[in-house]
């Protein structure tokens, strides 16, 4: 159907045409952009569009042949560069894709363009009326809630004052916003860091270290019990270190690096890396790469990893990750990653370890 269009004035129309009252949900929609792919309201407004993807928003209707539309695009040209944190959708009414192309080129028009082709989302925002006549420029104001703001029918010079008004309430709108946002962003990752603490809360320092059973790369088994604490054999005995890493972790390998020093620097303390859930061949592999002589165990299952809550409780691997035990079987130092100067860390506990 051919929607009739009147002359227009260079003045404002009665807002009576609206069947959106301000506060209440701006009706859901997608359109193709003039560029290519599809624009979706819910993926920028609204419960559905990701928090840090909100933003308030103007859906400008208008055609190429509107003469105060394109008075009101002027404007919001420059509205846009002025409040960037606000996002400008011109809407094109039932009008071909080539038709518009020419238009923006003619114009050097910079505001994304949505094509409206047969006017079902003009119908739903109530800018074609009973009669079927495009009440036109026709601009709805969408806050980041997905409600609407402001609509505004029309356009004549001074116009532009009342949106730039709406945009400053909404530009602090959407600071206050990013703020709460950041600030539940930190709050979270605060009760992340609680939250595996609480997982590694069982391997309390100067609490026995649980015991455990691995298969060494080269052969035969390693038991934690036979090396330290009560069921080892006093002679036996010593302080050790369990390393948990993996061939792709960088800070592992910078760790075990410091680690090979160390050992020979301390030759009573044994340290053992535990690899983390890899292939004895690559495992094998890294370490003739880079020619280690620690010893290596290998947790095929990330068994002993959660044991020792390694594995943090989405399944994830928190590496590098190292336990020093004293003798007796306790755990006597705990360190997680690792930084330039932790292996002097190290080093102290090692050396109150092994002194008389």
């Known amino acids: 159907m051919k929607i009739k269009i009147p ?3 260079l003045t404002c129309i009665s807002l009576s045409s609206a069947q959106i009252e301000i506060g209440q949900p701006a009706p859901n929609f997608y359109l193709p952009r003039l560029e290519g792919g599809s624009f979706y309201l819910s993926k920028v407004v609204g419960p559905k569009a990701k928090p840090e993807a909100r933003k308030p928003i103007v859906v400008s209707f208008f055609q190429t042949t509107c003469v105060p539309c394109k008075a009101e695009i002027t404007e919001f040209e420059k509205l846009q560069e002025e409040f960037p944190a606000v996002k400008i959708y011109l809407v094109d009414l039932n009008e071909v894709d080539q038709l518009v192309s020419d238009y923006v080129q003619k114009f ?3 505001l994304e363009m ?45 116009d532009e004052a009342v949106y730039r008004e709406k945009f400053i309430e909404l530009s602090k709108q959407l600071e206050e916003e990013r703020a709460a946002l950041a600030e539940e962003s930190a709050k979270k990752e605060a009760e992340a860091i609680v939250k595996k603490e609480e997982s590694q809360a069982g391997l309390v320092v100067g609490q026995p270290a649980p015991s455990f059973s691995l298969p060494r790369l080269e052969g035969k088994r390693f038991s934690l019990k036979r090396v330290v604490g009560p069921g080892a054999k006093p002679e ?8 948990f890493f993996q061939t792709t972790c960088v800070p ?15 030759p009573s303390v044994v340290i053992y890396l535990v690899d983390l859930n890899e292939t004895n061949e690559l495992v094998t592999e890294y370490i003739e790469r880079f020619d280690l002589k620690l010893q290596m165990l290998m947790d095929l299952y990330g068994v002993v ?5 390694v594995v943090d409780e ?17 755990l006597y130092y705990h360190h997680t990653g690792f930084k330039s100067g932790d292996e002097k860390v190290y080093r102290e506990k090692f050396v109150q370890l092994t002194s008389p």
């Open 314 to 330: 989405n399944g994830r691997a928190i590496l590098p990750n190292s336990f020093v035990i004293a003798p007796d079987g306790t």
């Open 252 to 266: 592992c390998k910078a760790e075990i690096a410091e680690l090979e020093k160390l050992q020979e620097e301390f």
């Open 7 to 9: 002359v227009f004035l």
């Open 108 to 110: 050097d028009l910079k």
């Open 236 to 243: 036996a005995r010593k302080p050790i270190v369990v390393s």
């Open 114 to 158: 949505l094509l409206d082709r047969y006017g079902i989302v003009g119908k739903k925002y109530g800018v074609v009326n009973e009669n079927d006549v495009a009440l036109l420029p026709n601009s709805y104001i969408i806050a980041t809630d997905g409600t609407v703001y402001y609509h505004h029918a029309g356009f004549k010079p001074g």
């Open 305 to 309: 990893g959660k044991k020792y809550g």
